[in-house]
């Protein structure tokens, strides 16, 4: 049973940082993409930054480049999303999110942490 699950959001001023953190537990597969969406009130979620736990490769939407970085300590399972010099834009829901392949943390990834609240004023 794959677990997901998210902390470190909260509120933050603008130009300030947060740290989120999401741990994973019961994953079986060899290597994997992780990554972070996010969703504000009435529209889709989007993708973010991801990192790929075989290759270490990171990806990150034009949206947060320069700005968020994602990492990851393989040794607890635990992948990071950085955040700075957050805008009042960035206040959403932020999900840490998993799937087998990139491809299908593109289109849909499989296995979804319950979110975690970010709120910039």
């Known amino acids: 049973h794959v677990q997901l699950v998210e902390s470190g959001g909260g509120s933050v001023q603008a130009g300030g940082s947060l740290r989120l953190s999401c741990v994973i537990s019961g994953y079986t597969y060899d290597g994997y993409c992780m990554g972070w969406f996010r969703q504000t009130p009435g529209k889709e979620r989007g993708g973010l930054a991801r990192?790929?736990?075989?290759?270490?490769?990171?990806a990150y939407g034009s949206s947060v480049q320069g700005r968020f970085i994602i990492s990851r300590d393989s040794g607890r399972n635990i992948v990071y999303l950085q955040m700075n010099s957050l805008r009042p834009e960035d206040g959403a829901m932020y999900y840490c999110t998993a799937d087998p392949s990139v491809m299908g943390w593109l289109t849909h990834p499989k296995y979804w942490g319950q979110g975690t609240q970010v709120t910039v004023s």
């Open positions: 990192i790929h736990t075989g290759s270490h490769s990171t």
